[in-house]
C-alpha cells in the first residue's frame, strides 16, 4: 500500500489517488474536493481504512512494513531488487520486531555489523522505509536518524576508458558478436541483456575471464577495466559532450545526488566547457570585471569603506 497522491484537477478542485497491493494494482481514485487540506485529510482516512480492511497492524512488523513499503514504491525493478537485497539486512536483525520497538542505540549498533563497503546504503534504505511509516502515521518518528550517523564512505575513483579509439580497438580486438555489445554499451549507458553468439543470453561471468580481460591485456589497457565500467564510460563522455547532469540522471535512471557525486568530477574539462559556452553565448570572451565597492555620487566615503570590495 503507497502513501497516495493529492493534485489539482481544476482551480477549485483536488483529487487523491493510490494503489493497493503494487503498480499493477487498481488504482483508488477521488476527486471534487476544494482544498487539497481536505483532500490530504480524505487520504488518510482512505489509506487507515485500507489498512485495516487488510489486516494491518498499526504498528507492522519491520517485516511486514518492507513488504508494502517496496509493493508501493515506483520506480525500475533493478532499484527495487537492490532495496529489497539492502532491506534484507535489518530484516535478518530486527524483521520480527514491531516497528514501534525499534531502538536507536540497537539500529546503530546493527548498522557497525554491517560490511563497510554497504553500510550507508544499508543504513539510509532503512531510513527511507522508516520515514515512510512516519507519513503514514504509523510511527511517530524515525528511529533509524535519531543518534544513528551514517556517513557517507569516501567516493571511488571510477576507471572510464581513456577514449573511443580506445572502446573501438578493444571491440574490434572482441570480434564481430561482442564488439559491438561493447560500443553500444559504452554509447548508452544500457543496463540491457544481450543475446551469446550461440543463442540465449551472454553470461557476464564467461564473457569476463574468456573475452573481456584477455582483450584489454592484449592491447596493453592498464589498468584492467571492469564491464561496469563501461557505464562509467558513458557518464563520463557525456558530461564532457555537454550534456548536463539532469539530463544524464534522466539517461541513466539514477538521481541528480548520484550522478554529481558518481561522476561530476569525471568530466575534468567541464570548468572550460562552461567557459566556452558563455563566451559563444554572449558573442566574446568573458573578461574579469572590477567588482569593488563604487559609492553614490555626492557621498564621502567613510573610514569604514576604505579598501571594501
Known amino acids: 500500500m503507497q502513501q497516495g497522491q493529492v493534485f489539482a484537477k481544476g482551480p477549485s ?3 487523491y489517488r493510490y494503489r493497493l497491493g503494487g503498480r499493477d494494482s487498481k488504482r483508488v481514485q477521488q ?3 476544494p482544498t487539497e487540506r481536505a483532500a490530504e485529510q480524505a487520504l488518510d482516512r482512505a489509506l487507515e481504512r485500507a ?4 489486516g494491518l497492524a498499526e504498528t507492522p512488523t519491520l517485516s511486514e512494513l518492507v513488504a508494502i513499503y517496496l509493493a508501493q514504491h515506483d520506480t525500475e525493478p533493478e532499484t527495487i531488487d537492490k532495496l529489497r537485497w539492502l532491506l534484507s539486512k535489518a530484516t535478518a536483525a530486527f524483521g520480527d520486531l514491531p516497528i514501534s520497538e525499534l531502538q536507536s542505540a540497537e539500529i546503530a549498533a546493527w548498522r557497525m555489523t554491517i560490511p563497510y563497503g554497504h553500510r550507508f546504503e544499508a543504513t539510509q534504505a532503512l531510513r527511507q522505509t522508516l520515514s515512510r511509516a512516519v507519513q503514514w502515521r504509523m510511527i511517530n518518528s524515525n528511529p533509524a536518524n535519531q543518534g544513528v550517523e551514517n556517513p557517507q ?13 580506445e572502446l573501438q580497438r578493444l571491440a574490434d580486438r572482441l570480434g564481430r558478436h561482442l564488439g559491438p555489445v561493447v560500443l553500444f554499451a559504452a554509447a548508452t549507458g ?5 543475446p551469446a553468439p550461440r543463442g540465449g543470453y551472454l553470461d557476464l561471468h564467461n564473457f569476463r575471464y574468456r573475452d573481456w580481460k584477455p582483450a584489454q591485456r592484449a592491447l596493453g589497457i592498464d589498468p584492467i577495466r571492469r564491464v561496469y565500467d563501461l557505464r562509467h564510460t558513458f557518464a563520463t563522455f557525456a558530461l564532457r559532450a555537454g550534456i548536463s547532469t539532469f539530463d544524464l540522471s534522466r539517461y541513466m535512471g539514477a538521481s541528480l545526488t548520484m550522478i554529481d557525486r558518481q561522476y561530476g568530477h569525471l568530466a575534468k574539462d567541464g570548468r572550460q566547457h562552461a567557459i566556452d559556452l558563455l563566451d559563444r553565448f554572449n558573442g566574446s570572451c568573458v ?5 569593488k565597492w563604487t559609492r553614490k555620487k555626492g557621498s564621502r566615503p567613510t573610514a569604514g569603506h576604505k579598501n571594501r570590495l
Do not use: K, M
Open 51 to 54: 489498512r485495516q480492511e487488510h
Open 287 to 291: 573578461h574579469t570585471v572590477d567588482a
Open 13 to 15: 478542485n483536488w483529487a
Open 153 to 165: 564512505r569516501p567516493r571511488v575513483e571510477q576507471r572510464p576508458f581513456d577514449s573511443w579509439d
Open 190 to 194: 544500457s543496463a540491457l541483456l544481450f
Open 31 to 33: 476527486s471534487g474536493f
